[in-house]
Nanobody, 117 residues
Framework: VQLQASGGGLVQAGGSMRLSCAASGRFASIAALGWYRQAPGKQRESVATITTGGSTNYADSVKGRFTISRDNAKNTVYLQMNSLKPEDTAVYFC????????????WGQGTLVTVSS
């Protein structure tokens, strides 16, 4: 199983960016999907998660600015980020709870998002 994230880069404060993460390989099903981030010198934190049924949960710091969505047919999760702030600068990681026999959490390789002021 592989998670391939894409869409990071440099953006000015107030701008927008969309991250994508696609799961590939042989597996039975995908349950929850999520995005996490880790800023320099800080611990990894949850940004947003989405269940199979579409229920979402967001960190307080991104509520109203970020939107997580998923395309089950494409095994892909997205993170639309609007009104970006310099404090959103971090490496963003996608996660997927995937069942191969039993469920386990898999991680993407991380994509760097840099927001300039």
């Amino acid at each position: 199983v592989q998670l391939q994230a894409s869409g990071g880069g440099l953006v000015q404060a107030g701008g927008s960016m969309r991250l994508s993460c696609a799961a590939s390989g042989r597996f039975a099903s995908i349950a929850a999907l999520g995005w996490y981030r880790q800023a320099p010198g800080k611990q990894r934190e949850s940004v947003a998660t989405i269940t199979t049924g579409g229920s979402t949960n967001y960190a307080d710091s991104v509520k109203g600015r970020f939107t997580i969505s998923r395309d089950n047919a494409k095994n892909t999760v997205y993170l639309q980020m609007n009104s970006l702030k310099p404090e959103d600068t971090a490496v963003y990681f996608c996660s997927a709870d995937i069942r191969i026999g039993v469920y386990a959490r898999y991680w993407g390789q991380g994509t760097l998002v840099t927001v300039s002021s």
